[in-house]
């Protein structure tokens, strides 16, 4: 079974979903289109790449996300550091080490550039907070006078996975047309989290002349982390440490969005036990209950979903139903 797949954002929740593509993969799914914000960006460049449920579970789950967290000792200092560092760089940290990271991962299966990809296999969503508009990347960066195929996969991953004020955003630089008439300062845009704008983007492969039908050519599956984070308390010191707990409360409440009922029945809903979305010092026990609860979600999922089936009986519903 063919299926394009929507991995949501989650932060370090997001080892959850590599469980998740283990289950798909053993219960016979094929993943043709991929598409992720945050770290589903992850998720879903590895899938493009080339590497298995397995594989990839052996590489998240054996590594420390502690060492994303990078910063030149001099920001170290305690309480003036961070915050001159936030000043400076516009992050706690700066998303570098991320960056370094997936790009060797991705290299050990030939891939550097989009044009290492087939065309379309892989969408990654981020925030341009300049312009304030959502950005499809390969694709969207035309609109910059960037040529797709020549950016980065692992630069577009830290786009996505940039959560503000965490880690610095990545500066994109107009080119060409998209240049022309602005001022040295404004050729240069700010890119983030794509979760700003779009935490789960399950409309990017829709087939709407499908859609008029009821189903789409190829099913689109989307794997979302779900569940109340155990309440944390944050201690508000000033400004930046103000900053830092609203970015976070906004990223976590992503969890309790709102999804049309058509596509809940197409959703693979993975529980996060509690876990926070940057609680990078995760334990490997903690790691692994996460990796268990995405493998039992998709498992569970795929014992039960038949493509086009639930879809269709909800569209049925809706015809005879005498509230519609």
């Known amino acids: 079974m063919e299926i394009n797949a929507v991995f949501e954002g989650g932060g370090v929740k997001g080892i959850s979903l590599a469980g998740a593509v283990q289950a798909s993969e053993e219960a016979g799914v094929k993943f043709r289109r991929v598409a992720g914000t945050s770290s589903g960006s992850i998720v879903a460049s590895l899938l493009a790449a080339g590497y298995s449920g397995e594989e990839m579970s052996r590489i998240i789950q054996g590594t420390s996300f502690r060492s994303f967290l990078k910063r030149s000792p001099v920001f170290n200092t305690k309480l003036v550091g961070p915050a001159l560092r936030v000043m400076l760089k516009k992050g706690l940290y700066s998303g570098e080490a991320l960056e370094s990271w997936i790009r060797g991962i991705l290299r050990q299966k030939g891939i550097v550039s989009f044009r290492d990809l087939p065309p379309g296999k892989l969408s990654i969503i981020a925030s341009d907070i300049t312009d304030g508009r959502l950005v ?189």
């Open 136 to 324: 499809v990347l390969p694709d969207g960066l035309v609109e910059y006078g960037i040529n797709p195929e020549y950016f980065e996969v692992a630069k577009a991953v830290r786009m996505s996975c940039s959560i503000p004020y965490f880690f610095d955003p990545v500066m994109l630089r107009r080119s060409g047309k998209a240049a022309e008439g602005k001022s040295f300062a404004e050729q240069f845009v700010y890119m983030v989290d794509g979760g700003l704008l779009s935490n789960f983007p399950m409309w990017l492969f829709e087939d709407k002349e499908a859609g008029k039908q009821g189903a789409t050519k190829v099913p689109v599956v989307g794997y979302q982390m779900v569940g109340h984070t155990a309440p944390q308390a944050h201690r508000i010191t000033g400004p930046f440490s103000m900053l830092q707990a609203l970015v976070e409360t906004m990223l976590s409440a992503h969890d309790e969005r709102y999804i049309e009922q058509e596509k809940m029945v197409r959703t693979v809903k993975i529980p996060t036990l509690g876990i926070g979305t940057v609680k990078f010092e995760l334990t490997p026990e903690e790691s692994a209950a996460l990796y268990n609860s995405g493998y039992h979600a998709g498992q569970e999922f795929f014992r039960k979903w038949r493509p086009g089936r639930l879809e269709k009986r909800l569209i049925v519903n809706k015809k005879v139903s005498p509230h519609s």
